[in-house]
């Protein structure tokens, strides 16, 4: 499929519905890549979702389908406010390798920059290389590992944690 039709943009809390939908598919078509359950959210109340929605997320839409999201989670603590995580990174399948995630990630970090964010931070399973490799790509390093950050049917899987500066 071509990604040069879609439009990527930060939602509002009247389009929890687009939301729902992006964030529950990517829970149930890639439970491993998580570090949430899909039972956990389909569960939220409407409130709940909109809740989610105070902090930036970001959507990607085909022809007014949500085909791709990214959040972004800023410190709390004015001295860490400089820093976000990225969270809920989810492409459809049938868009992976046309260089949707990267018009994502450029899209959130512009928006990260915009808000005075220096450093972007993420967690991902040591167990999705594809992840770590496209993210070395994007200038992420890795700054250490989680032991068994996730519990995935009884298994422990370490988190990697990686980090990009936005700023030199």
């Given at each position: 499929?071509?990604?040069?039709?879609?439009?990527?943009?930060?939602?509002?809390?009247?389009?929890?519905?687009?939301?729902?939908?992006?964030?529950?598919?990517?829970?149930?078509?890639?439970?491993?890549?998580?570090?949430?359950?899909?039972?956990?959210?389909?569960?939220?109340?409407?409130?709940?979702?909109?809740?989610?929605?105070?902090e930036?997320?970001?959507i990607?839409?085909?022809?007014?389908?949500?085909?791709?999201?990214?959040?972004?989670?800023?410190?709390?603590?004015?001295?860490?406010?400089?820093r976000?995580?990225?969270?809920?990174?989810?492409?459809?399948?049938?868009?992976?390798?046309?260089?949707?995630?990267?018009?994502?990630?450029?899209?959130?970090?512009?928006?990260?920059?915009?808000?005075?964010?220096?450093?972007?931070?993420?967690?991902?399973?040591?167990?999705?290389?594809?992840?770590?490799?496209?993210?070395?790509?994007?200038?992420?390093?890795?700054?250490?590992?989680?032991?068994?950050?996730?519990?995935?049917?009884?298994?422990?899987?370490?988190?990697?944690?990686?980090?990009?500066?936005?700023?030199?």
């Amino acid at each position: 499929m071509d990604a040069s039709c879609v439009t990527i943009r930060l939602i509002q809390a009247d389009e929890v519905e687009a939301f729902r939908r992006i964030r529950l598919e990517a829970l149930r078509a890639e439970p491993s890549s998580f570090a949430s359950r899909y039972e956990d959210w389909e569960i939220l109340p409407d409130e709940e979702w909109r809740n989610r929605l105070n902090e930036p997320v970001f959507i990607a839409f085909q022809n007014g389908e949500p085909v791709g999201i990214m959040g972004l989670l800023r410190q709390r603590s004015s001295k860490m406010a400089h820093r976000a995580t990225i969270i809920m990174v989810y492409i459809g399948k049938s868009l992976r390798g046309t260089g949707l995630a990267g018009r994502l990630l450029d899209v959130v970090s512009d928006h990260a920059r915009h808000i005075g964010i220096r450093q972007l931070e993420l967690f991902v399973s040591a167990e999705n290389p594809a992840a770590i490799r496209f993210y070395q790509r994007e200038g992420f390093s890795e700054i250490g590992r989680i032991p068994g950050g996730v519990l995935e049917e009884g298994r422990e899987i370490d988190d990697v944690m990686m980090a990009r500066r936005l700023v030199d």
